[in-house]
C-alpha cells in the first residue's frame, strides 16, 4: 500500500464518559473519496450520530478534523474543520477556523479528533505524541478564553495550540464559538458548536506537536507553489493593506451591507468603521494563518470608554453587523465588542444580528420595555447605534441574564418566544442568522443561503467571489458574473458549492481565489502531496458527495424544499436605495433550476440515482 | 461623464469627483489609465498603472450607481462612474 502525502492516517476517538480513547487507521479509499476536513467530518457526523440525537446529548459526536493540506507549506492552507449537530439549527453544523491549531494537531499525530460521552467533570483534552489525555479543567471553568490559553501555555509551554470555550460554551448558548489561540481570536464560529464542547464538559483541547508531515513529492510539489505564490501576493494587495475591512466601503456602495437589520440600502457612517480607517486609527499590525501570503488579519490597540484592547482587532462581518446591522458607528466601540465577543466565546455574526433584532422590535414597539434588562436586571433601552446598550446586551449574553438568555438562543428562537409579529424582523436561514451579505446584492448569495447545509452561509457557495473579482475557467467562469443575472444560477452555484465543499476539505482558505488560484493548480498541488493521481473532476465529484451527504444528514433531520428559503423582508421587500435598490432575488426560479442541476427532486431531496452515483447508497 | 471616488479615495485626490468628456465609446479600463495619469500622486492607482495592466481586484468600478464593471466594458458619456476602493474580503 503506497504511503498517502498529507494525512497522519489516524483519526482519534475519545469517549469522555468513559474516559477512553480509540485510534481509528483511515482506509486510503476513505482519504480519496472524502479528502479530509469537512468531508471527513460529515461522514463520521453520519455514522456517529443517530437522527434523533439531541445537539446538547453525550451521544453527539464534535469533530475536530484537518485536511490533508493542513499544515503543509501550501499557501492558505492554515485552516481546520469543526464538525458537529448544530444546537443552533438542529441540522448539520459546521465550522471553519485558522491559525495553526489545525497544523499542531497534524504535528501531534492525528488528522482528527471525535469527542462522544460527556465528562463527569470539567475536563480538557491534551494531545501530544498520538496520544490524547484528559486531564482535570476545574481550574479553567469560569474563565474567558484569553485566560484559558494564558493558563494552559504556562502549564505546557507556548509551542502548544489551544481551543477553548469561554463562559457561553459553559453556559451552553447556543451562539457560543470555538476560540483557538487565545487573543489570536480564531474562531469556529458559526452554529454554536461551543455550546457542544460546553455541553460535554470539555473546556478545551490542546495540541502540542512538532512531527514533520509526509509529502509524496516534495520538489514537485514546493515547484508549484513558488511558481503562483508570487501572483497571489500581487492580486490580493487590498486584503493585505487593509484586512476584511477593507471592502466594507465597497460593501455599502453596491447595497451588500446589512443597514439597519437589513432595512437600508445606504449607511452615511461607513467611513468610519472601514479598514481604511482601521489602518489610520487602530491597526498597530497585521496578522496570518499558518503558511498564507496574505496576512488578511489585523492586530490594533485601542484606548477608549468602553475599555482598552490590545489584540485581534474586528474583522468584515463583525463589523458589518455589530457596525451596519446596528448602525454602530464608533469603532472603538466595535473593537470592543469583538474582543468581548472572543472572551466570552460567542460568534460576532448571530450576536449582531440578535442585537439588531431587539433593536428593531424595540423601536416597532413589538417588545414590552420591561422585558429588556442587561445583566444587572437594569432596564436597557436598545436604540439604533447605541455603542454602549451593545456592549451591554454582549455581556448579557455571555452571561446568560436579562434579555441575554433570549438574544442568546439565535433570532429565530427569540422571535419564537416574543411572538407578537417579531418574526419578521428575524432574520435567518434554518436557524442560522444571516452574515453581513444582503442576498438583494447578489442574487447567486439568495440560492446560496437557501441551499447552505448549515443555514444562511456565505462562505459553502462564495458565488459573490465570482461576482466582484475573481474567476474560475474549470466550471465555466471564465469572466466576472453579473451580479443581477437570473439565468443558470442553479447550476454555477451547484458548481461552486461543489468547489467550497473542496475547499472546506482539502482546508484551504477561500481567498485565494481571490489570489487568482484555480481547480487545477489546487488539483496539482493535492497530487503531488498525496501521491493520489485526481483529475479535476474527480476532486469536483469529491466537493458534490460531500455537500450531498450533508444534505442528506438534513433530510433525515427533517429539512426539505420548505426550508430552503429567505426571511420574508429579504424575499419580498427591496430596499429603497443603494447599489443595489429595487433587487429581489428570483429565488423559486432559481431553486428549481438547482435542484434540477443537483438531482434532487422537487422537495429537495437528492434523487435515489443521484446517491448511487455518488457512491452513496 | 463624471467620476465620483468612494472615501478614502476622494481624500487622497482631494476631491469628491472629476468630469471628463469623451466623444465616443471607452473601456473602463481606458478611464482607469486615465485617472492614473491624472492623478499620478495617488498611490493605489499607481499599485495598478502605469505599464500594468488593470488589476480590478484593487479597485471596483460601479456605473450609474449598479452596475460593477470589468476592465473591458464599454461606457458613454452621459454614464457616472464611482471607483471603489478593494472590495475583497469578508
Redesign the interface.
Known amino acids: 500500500m503506497m504511503t498517502v502525502g498529507g494525512y497522519t492516517g489516524n483519526i482519534a476517538y475519545i469517549d469522555l464518559t468513559a474516559g477512553h480513547m480509540e485510534c481509528r487507521t483511515t482506509s486510503e479509499q476513505d482519504k480519496r473519496l472524502w479528502l479530509g476536513g469537512s468531508g471527513m467530518g460529515a461522514k463520521i457526523l453520519m455514522e456517529e450520530c443517530k437522527i434523533d440525537t439531541h445537539p446538547l446529548s453525550p451521544d453527539n459526536p464534535l469533530i475536530f478534523m484537518t485536511g490533508p493540506m493542513t499544515g503543509t507549506n501550501i499557501p492558505g492552507s492554515g485552516r481546520h474543520q469543526v464538525v458537529t449537530k448544530s444546537p443552533l439549527t438542529e441540522i448539520y453544523g459546521e465550522a471553519d477556523a485558522g491559525g495553526k491549531w489545525g497544523a499542531v494537531l497534524k504535528r501531534a499525530g492525528f488528522d482528527g479528533l471525535v469527542f462522544k460521552g460527556k465528562s463527569e467533570r470539567p475536563a480538557y483534552a491534551f494531545v501530544h505524541e498520538k496520544c490524547v489525555q484528559i486531564l482535570d479543567a476545574n481550574f479553567l471553568w469560569g474563565l474567558d478564553n484569553y485566560q484559558v490559553n494564558e493558563v494552559l501555555q504556562e502549564r505546557h509551554g507556548q509551542d502548544i495550540a489551544v481551543a477553548s470555550i469561554g463562559p457561553a460554551g459553559e453556559n451552553q448558548v447556543l451562539i457560543a464559538t470555538i476560540l483557538h489561540e487565545g487573543k489570536k481570536g480564531r474562531s469556529a464560529g458559526r452554529g454554536g458548536l461551543g455550546a457542544v464542547m460546553g455541553s460535554k464538559n470539555l473546556k478545551a483541547v490542546v495540541v502540542k506537536g512538532d512531527n514533520p508531515i509526509a509529502v509524496y513529492d516534495r520538489v514537485a510539489l514546493q515547484a508549484q507553489i513558488d511558481a503562483v505564490t508570487p501572483g497571489i501576493a500581487?492580486?490580493?494587495?487590498?486584503?493585505q493593506?487593509?484586512?476584511?475591512?477593507?471592502?466594507?466601503?465597497?460593501?455599502e456602495?453596491?447595497g451588500d451591507l446589512p443597514v439597519k437589520n437589513w432595512s437600508q440600502g445606504t449607511w452615511s457612517e461607513i467611513?468610519k468603521i472601514?479598514?481604511?480607517?482601521m489602518a489610520?486609527s487602530i491597526v498597530k499590525g497585521k496578522s496570518k494563518c499558518h503558511s498564507c501570503p496574505v496576512s488578511?488579519g489585523r492586530t490594533v490597540k485601542s484606548e477608549s470608554g468602553y475599555g482598552s484592547v490590545d489584540g485581534k482587532g474586528p474583522?468584515?462581518?463583525t463589523l458589518?453587523m455589530f457596525g451596519g446591522a446596528c448602525m454602530v458607528s464608533d469603532l472603538d466601540a466595535i473593537v470592543q465588542a469583538n474582543e468581548i465577543c472572543n472572551r466570552y466565546g460567542i460568534d460576532t455574526i448571530s450576536s449582531g444580528g440578535a442585537i439588531a433584532f431587539l433593536m428593531d422590535i424595540y423601536e416597532q414597539g413589538l417588545i414590552a420595555d420591561a422585558d429588556i434588562t442587561d445583566v444587572d436586571g437594569q432596564q436597557l433601552k436598545p436604540l439604533w447605534g447605541d455603542a454602549k446598550a451593545m456592549i451591554s446586551l454582549l455581556h448579557s449574553i455571555g452571561r446568560q441574564r436579562g434579555i441575554g438568555k433570549l438574544l442568546g438562543q439565535g433570532v429565530r428562537r427569540a422571535a419564537e418566544a416574543i411572538g407578537n409579529g417579531t418574526e419578521d424582523y428575524a432574520f435567518h436561514v434554518k436557524g442560522l442568522e444571516l452574515p453581513?451579505?444582503d442576498p438583494r446584492a447578489f442574487n447567486s448569495l439568495a440560492l446560496g443561503y437557501a441551499t447552505s447545509n448549515r443555514g444562511a452561509c456565505?462562505l459553502q457557495g462564495g458565488s459573490y467571489f465570482f461576482?466582484?473579482?475573481?474567476i474560475l475557467p474549470e466550471i465555466g467562469i471564465m469572466?466576472?458574473l453579473d451580479?443581477f443575472r437570473a439565468d443558470n444560477q442553479g447550476f454555477v452555484q451547484a458548481c461552486l458549492q461543489n468547489t467550497m465543499s473542496v475547499m472546506d476539505s482539502l482546508k484551504l482558505c477561500k481567498?485565494l481565489f481571490?489570489g487568482g488560484i484555480d481547480l487545477t493548480i489546487i488539483t496539482g498541488w493535492l497530487n503531488a502531496l498525496t501521491g493520489f493521481n485526481y483529475t479535476v473532476e474527480e476532486v469536483l465529484t469529491a466537493g458534490e458527495r460531500i455537500f450531498t451527504i450533508k444534505r442528506m444528514f438534513n433530510v433525515q433531520c427533517g429539512i426539505s424544499s420548505l426550508d430552503d428559503t429567505l426571511p420574508r423582508r429579504i424575499a419580498e421587500v427591496p430596499r429603497p436605495d443603494?447599489?443595489?435598490?429595487d433587487n429581489l432575488p428570483p429565488l423559486a426560479a432559481m431553486l428549481i433550476e438547482y435542484y434540477a442541476a443537483r438531482g434532487w427532486d422537487d422537495h429537495g431531496r437528492p434523487l435515489l440515482t443521484t446517491i448511487n452515483r455518488l457512491g452513496l447508497g | 461623464m463624471r467620476i465620483y471616488f468612494?472615501?478614502?479615495l476622494a481624500k487622497m485626490i482631494g476631491q469628491r469627483d472629476y468630469d471628463i468628456t469623451v466623444h465616443s465609446t471607452v473601456t473602463v479600463e481606458e478611464v482607469v489609465c486615465l485617472l492614473s495619469r491624472r492623478f499620478a500622486q495617488t498611490q493605489v492607482f499607481q499599485?495598478d498603472y502605469p505599464g500594468k495592466s488593470y488589476?480590478?481586484?484593487?479597485l471596483?468600478v460601479?456605473k450609474n450607481?449598479?452596475y460593477?464593471l470589468?476592465p473591458q466594458d464599454c461606457l458613454e458619456n452621459h454614464d457616472d462612474l464611482?471607483i471603489?476602493?478593494?472590495?475583497?474580503?469578508?
Open positions: 500581487e492580486k490580493t494587495k487590498g486584503l493593506d487593509y484586512g476584511t475591512a477593507g471592502a466594507l466601503i465597497g460593501s456602495r453596491i467611513d472601514s479598514g481604511q480607517t489610520d488578511c474583522e468584515y462581518e458589518g453581513a451579505h456565505h461576482e466582484k473579482v475573481a469572466e466576472v451580479r481567498f481571490y443603494g447599489g443595489a435598490a | 468612494a472615501s478614502p499599485d488589476v480590478p481586484n484593487l471596483m460601479l450607481g449598479r460593477l470589468k464611482e471603489i476602493p478593494p472590495i475583497m474580503g469578508g
